[in-house]
């Protein structure tokens, strides 16, 4: 083990067993390495910062849980992927419930209705990331173009390449509620 690894567990052994400074010090240390996993899993650079902030919340009040300190880092990763499903959920379910009820094949069947919401969550998180704000930025958050473009310092030219592409993977990956 080198001295790097060797002192980062050592330090997350201290934060896990209590130690306040060690625990600043474990957060502060591994903050870019979330909000660098966050930006993969995350729509919108809100979200992500919400999901990081979160999670080191959460890792703060609850590090002396983890049983083992080498998995302390798929721990965090596992913590902010769910903190940012969560969102994603959240923002899909507040913009597009009452959407979904405009296709005739599901809107008197409720359990198809959860079917198709699952599935589009699920092809949205699988979406690239740089795909993927662009679409909620611009599909459910209802921005401009040229919004889009300012807030994630595009031009507007990317914004509606990107969003035409994100579109295609998406109709794509729901094919099958197509046929």
């Given at each position: 083990?080198?001295?790097k690894s060797q002192h980062d567990s050592?330090?997350?052994q201290a934060a896990c067993a209590g130690d306040t400074d060690a625990i600043e010090q474990v957060l502060h240390q591994?903050?870019?390495t979330v909000t660098r996993f966050a930006q993969k899993?995350?729509?919108?650079p809100e979200d992500v910062e919400d999901a990081v902030q979160e999670t080191l919340w959460i890792a703060a009040q609850k590090i002396g849980t983890l049983?083992?300190?080498?998995?302390?880092?798929s721990w965090l990763f596992r913590i902010v992927r769910n903190h940012c499903y969560r969102f994603l959920h959240l923002k899909l379910h507040e913009d597009t419930v009452d959407d979904f009820s405009?296709?005739?094949l599901i809107?008197?069947?409720?359990?198809?209705l959860a079917l198709l919401k699952q599935d589009v969550i699920c092809a949205l998180a699988q979406l690239p990331v740089t795909y993927r704000q662009v679409l909620i930025m611009r599909d459910i958050e209802e921005l401009t173009s040229p919004e889009v473009a300012y807030r994630l310092g595009l031009t507007v030219a990317t914004v509606k390449s990107r969003l035409h592409r994100a579109r295609n993977i998406l109709r794509n990956s729901l094919q099958a509620w197509n046929e």
């Open positions: 083990m080198n001295t050592e330090l997350i591994f903050h870019p899993y995350c729509a919108t049983r083992v300190t080498s998995a302390f880092v405009q296709f005739d809107d008197s069947n409720p359990e198809r």
